[in-house]
């Protein structure tokens, strides 16, 4: 993750408690991570936990999953409100992952 | 398009060659009035926002903000419900006639200001203004009309048990619902919404997107005096406060949502909290196949299957049923494209207002920048770029505005970009061999939203559309939107159909009187 995607989580802990992240499946969401406070979204038996990034735990659908799982993702976050349920990462801006190519599925 | 022509000719017209150039609102001359700050539209009054805070809305054609929404709370979550609430017995109790007829006012304060709806949907999506014209605004007035007839020949249904029993089956209206609207498509999807929910005698809390909430509001200006005050109520802000308000409420009855896929499953769970029904209208990565058989003859068929496959740029792309995987049979491949992108290649790209325009703006920054990354990823992953692949350069009071080239990605179908939505006017094209190929690589997705089939041959085109995991086949067509069809997903893409007159049940509760006319006792006791 970038050191402002740590910051804005940060700043949300301080804020109202823990949160957590579910990535979307594109659509009107933009592919966005959906930040939600810890417990907001249920996590299911095939949920798949990619990675945690500060102390935040980042899920994928499972079949999502196998298809994003050949990128390597960075969180990060850039001007605009979010477009669905999602907290935004502080007033005015929204997380987004970023995705790179690689062989070996490794969240960051 | 030359009735769409006629019907807007309005502005800076140019008979020489038939441009017409609408207006933007907040410009001296547009068609359409704008105010600095529109309120929430409840109870049939304009009402600020309890805690006073406003939000821009943004144009994308330009990156201009152009007014300012209500930013609600819950407290104006309430307040909805409220209005609702006071409205629901009186609607629900007003007779199928009653209903239709204000539906069909509906319907016609819309046609009657048809143009001035095409250019304020128009200008807030950035949808071009020819299609919004041509299909938002002329199918969103037929739905109306179309559940105003569906309503007047519900019957409900009475079974004779036996001699001296009979169960009689009455449709009773669910109360007050709450209705999240999606940014592709403000109005259509809105009357997708409004209108059966209405028909069946409910009264609903409908929350538009959060970049796209005026032009439901320009809408709700319309029906003033027209719908009784709550039976209609708006409340702009953003989903994680009043989306998330409305669909937790243990005040509504239904909630109905179009979206994307994860937010379809947190709306599901927040039903499950409140054991009330949900309709999910979610994602897509419909495929459209192309066989050989369609280049068997160069002719109007050809070419509209050309069209057909060009479609992927309908909207810039912002559809959850675009058909953004083209399936082409090898054979034909190289012919095929060759015509497709020369076609491609033609689409004028600029000011959404311009009937000229064939597409407009991205609706928002954040779409852009995903689409960007998207093209990214493809690239990466060995896509190779036919045609665009980058965001698109306006000049002049355009040069703000969120626009990407119409783009067409060669791969194979397990790549991302062929897997995932991407919501711009980005097709993810590859060839299969024979028809069970076709039937695999059309299935192998998550989604199951829509489809689309194109050969000369009827029984190759039935078994294909049977064969397909999809709610919608588009046969020989694509991207119609008739009321009287029935839309909904298989798979992930949601549950639930809209557009035809089944909402009207999913809209009601069943109750069921089981009436004994015998003065026989049972004899038990």
């Known amino acids: 993750m970038t050191p402002r995607a740590l910051e804005a989580i940060a700043h949300l802990v301080s804020d109202g408690g823990p949160v957590m992240f579910f990535q979307s499946g594109g ?37 999502q999953y196998e298809v994003w799982k050949v990128t390597r993702l960075t969180l990060d976050v850039v001007d605009g409100e979010p477009e669905g349920f999602s907290l935004p990462a502080g007033p005015g801006h929204h ?10 599925p490794s969240p960051s | 398009m030359t009735d769409l ?17 609408f207006v933007a609102p907040g410009v001296a001359g547009s068609l359409v009035s704008l ?69 069909n006012a509906i319907a016609d304060v819309m046609e009657a200001n048809l143009t001035m709806l095409a250019v304020a949907e128009s200008w807030e999506n950035g949808k071009p203004v020819r299609e919004t014209l041509a299909a938002d605004i002329p199918l969103a007035i037929d739905h109306f009309r179309y559940f105003a007839g569906a309503t007047r020949s519900l019957e409900g249904r009475s079974t004779e048990i036996d001699h001296d029993t009979v169960a009689f089956h009455f449709h009773e209206p669910l109360g007050v619902v709450g209705q999240i609207i999606p940014f592709n498509f403000p109005l259509l999807m809105a009357a997708w919404k409004i209108a059966p929910a209405l028909a069946a005698g409910n009264c609903t809390v409908v929350k538009p997107a959060s970049p796209t909430p005026w032009s439901i509001l320009k809408l709700a200006e319309l029906l003033e005096g027209v719908v009784p005050p709550g039976v209609i109520n708006v409340i702009t802000g953003p989903g994680a406060e009043i989306g998330k308000a409305l669909a937790t409420s243990p005040r509504i009855a239904k909630i109905g949502f179009t979206g994307e896929t994860t937010t ?17 209208e979610l994602g897509g990565k419909s495929p459209n196949i192309f066989f050989a058989d369609i280049m068997n003859a160069d002719d109007e068929f050809l070419d509209k299957a050309i069209e057909g496959l060009v479609l992927y740029a309908f909207n810039k792309g912002e559809v959850c049923t675009a058909p953004s995987r083209a399936l082409i049979q090898e054979s034909i491949y190289d012919k095929f494209m060759e015509r497709c992108l020369a076609r491609i290649a033609q689409i004028t790209q600029g ?22 990354s998207y093209v990214t990823i493809g690239k990466d992953e060995g896509a190779k770029v036919l045609i665009g692949g980058e965001t698109a350069r306006m000049g002049g009071e355009f040069a703000g505005g969120y626009y990407f080239q119409p783009t067409v990605l060669k791969g194979n179908n397990k790549m991302r970009v062929f897997q995932e ?20 690589l059309a299935n192998d997705t998550l989604y199951g939203l829509g489809a689309g089939v194109w050969t000369r041959d009827g029984n190759l085109a039935y078994r294909m559309g049977r064969g397909i995991q999809a709610g919608r086949v588009w046969t020989n067509c694509y991207h119609l939107y008739p009321a009287g069809a029935a839309f909904g997903g298989y798979k992930i893409s949601g549950i639930g159909r809209e557009n035809h007159a089944m909402m009207l049940e999913h809209y009601s509760q069943t109750k069921n009187l089981l009436v004994s006319y015998s003065t026989k006792p049972m004899g038990f006791f």
């Open chain 1, 95 to 104: 997380f987004v992952t970023r995705s790179r190519v690689c062989e070996v």
């Open chain 2, 421 to 440: 939505e991407i919501f711009g006017p980005v097709l993810a094209v590859t060839t299969f061999k024979d028809e069970a190929e076709a039937l695999e």
């Open chain 2, 264 to 280: 379809g499953r947190l709306i599901m769970q927040y039903a499950a909290e409140n054991l009330i029904p949900s309709t999910v």
């Open chain 2, 5 to 21: 022509l006629e019907k807007g000719a309005a502005a800076s017209s140019d008979p020489a060659d038939n441009v017409t150039v």
């Open chain 2, 351 to 372: 000011n959404p207002l311009d009937t000229t325009t064939m597409i407009g703006p991205q609706v928002s920054s954040q779409q852009l920048d995903k689409i960007e």
């Open chain 2, 35 to 103: 105010k600095p700050r529109y309120e929430n539209f409840i109870g049939g009054e304009w009402v600020s926002p309890v805690k006073g805070q406003y939000m821009d809305d943004v144009a994308p054609a330009d990156g201009r903000v152009f007014c300012q929404v209500a930013r609600s709370t819950k407290e104006d979550v309430e307040l909805a419900l409220d209005a609702a609430h006071a409205a629901r017995r009186a609607w629900g109790e007003t007779s199928l006639t009653g209903r239709a007829k204000v539906l």
């Open chain 1, 27 to 63: 659509c009107c969401d933009g592919s966005l991570p959906l930040c939600f406070r810890a417990g907001e979204f249920t996590i299911g038996e095939h949920d798949v936990l990619m990675g945690v990034v500060g102390e935040s735990p980042f899920y994928i659908d499972h079949r």
